[in-house]
């Protein structure tokens, strides 16, 4: 299985494109390219996806034990993050991500971030 390191974090905003786009906004599937500091990424591969529905400051206090079991397991309004790990055209790999929280209630869409780039771990193989 090829293992990856972490070679640069940015956690910057990026515009995503979708050759068909998601059934529902704020559980997206991986899109098929993203615009970052004006450059165009077309996402080749799809590597890997996973969620983290983690209530963080003032919202992990704000819901009662049991209802955030089941919301840190399928994700509550405003609440979580679907990741992807992508390849692109220009042979990088990166992790992006949505997070579904709303910015403000005029702008009630979540927003897309590039997280980091990676690079393949030495002595990593590709046969999974």
Partial sequence: MTEYV?????DESIEVLFDAAPVREKAPHCPNGFIWNDKTYRITAAL???TD????G???KNMRPAHAATASSRGSLNVG????RVEVDT???FDIYYDRAMKN???RKG???????LEREHGSTTAG
């Fill in 91 to 93: 042979g990088q790999v």
């Fill in 105 to 107: 209630v005029d702008d």
């Fill in 48 to 50: 890997s996806e996973w």
């Fill in 6 to 10: 972490p070679i640069h974090f940015y």
């Fill in 53 to 56: 529905f983690t209530r963080r």
């Fill in 81 to 84: 993050r679907y990741y992807f």
């Fill in 111 to 117: 927003q897309w971030f590039v997280y980091r780039e």
């Fill in 58 to 60: 003032k919202m992990a």
